[in-house]
Every structure is written in structure tokens, then in C-alpha cells.
């Protein structure tokens, strides 16, 4: 039986959603992932992820997918052609307006499956936001934690804990996930190697900055797609579906001590 809610008939809103339900809102972008990705790289990976979670954990711990939202806050791309954006202030009120709606209904609990770390900010303040505005239990979860948002890097990364957009990992995943989109023969390395000798203005951080994607390549890419493959596609997917089912279980247990 489906657990995409949009599948269900307006009397089993009712009858199959509960307070304890979980609504799973994948939350992508359309926007330059350099030569080699597609422009829905962001969205692709996000959305397969909530419906595989959903597909496999959505019985016992109540969850219930809602339809992407594809067009997001991705301005750190608006200098390339294709990339398609909403302002941070159009998309709060997007987020707000889908609040609303979602408090209208039994469940109370709400899961932002983020694929796009340029959306992490905005998102975080979302949560609260509906939470004060609606009542509403808000979580945010990536497929992975950005690296440019404190995500760890691997002790011997050749990417300097710099692979933040269209690099090995993020490539690898699409190989796995949609061969069919990737055209491996563009992918070319472009890290930004004056930034990681840095200890704290640096991807990963204790100091921020703002960018666009032009400010550190010409080609858009932020990392090394060439180290990317199949096969570690599929072990990073394995573990983003485990981490998945795990914060989601969590999710589903969740309740304030007061």
C-alpha cells in the first residue's frame, strides 16, 4: 500500500495518519553540478534516498513521503545558465506556506531530507519557524553532512576537505544512482587548494564565509570528480540508507521533556 501521501483519498488522510506519523519531505535544487552532473543532481540524490527510507522502514515507523521540492535557495550558482533559484525570502515563505498546510493535517512531525547544502541555513531557521508558527515537530537531515557545514572529511582525503560540490563523493553517488546522467570523460579536478592550509576559514571551519561557485572554479566544480566510481557510489548510498533508517527511528521516538 502506498505511503506517498498525495497517493491517499481525502477520507484516509484521517483514517491512516496519526499524531505519531512522520512526513518525509525531500528538499533538492536545480542547479550546475559542473560539466559532468546533471542539473538535478541535488534533487535525484534527496529524493531516492526519502523513498527508499520510506520504501523500507515506512511501515514500522509510520512515515509518509511528500512530493520534492525542486526549486530551492541555490543562488551560489546563479552565474550559470540552467540553475533555477527562489530567493532566501521566497523560499521561507514557501516553507511556511507548506507548514501551514501540513498542520492541517493528524501528523505532527515534519523531516526536511536535505540535498543541498546551500539550503542547510535556511532550512535550520525554518525548523523553528514552524514550530513557533504551527505546532509543528521539525527536523533537518542530510543524505551526508555537507563538508561546508562541518561534515568530516577522510583522514586521507585528496580533496583536502574541499570535495563540497560536484566532487568524488556527490559523483560517485550519481554513478550508482543514475549512470545514464554522467558523463565522466568532463570531469575534471578543481579544488581549491589555497583554502586548506587555512585552520579555520576553510570549508568544514570554525569561521564561515559567503561564496558562489565562480569564486573558486571557472568549470563549477568544488572537489575531484575524477576519484569518483560506481563503487563507492554504492558503499556511500549503503551507508546513507543506514544513518537514514537510524535518524528516522530516532525521529519517530522523539518528544520534548516538556
Partial sequence: MSRALIDLRAPEVAARLTPASVLIQPVGAVEQHGPHLPLSTDLVIASALAE???ASHGDALDLW???PLA???SNEHAWAPGTIWLSPQTMLSVLDDLGRSLA???AR????LNGHGGNSALLAVANRELRLAHGLLTFLMHPSQPRDSGGAADEHDDELGMGVHAGRDETSVMLHLAPELVDMSLAERSVPEALAGAEHVRFGGSTAFG???DDLAENGVIGDPTLASAELGERLWAGMLTTAAATLAEVAAFAFPR
Fill in 109 to 112: 512531525k515534519v523531516v526536511f
Fill in 104 to 106: 492541517t493535517l493528524p
Fill in 211 to 213: 561564496w558562489s561557485s
Fill in 65 to 67: 513521503l511528500l512530493p
Fill in 52 to 54: 527508499a527510507v520510506v
Fill in 71 to 73: 526549486y530551492t535557495k
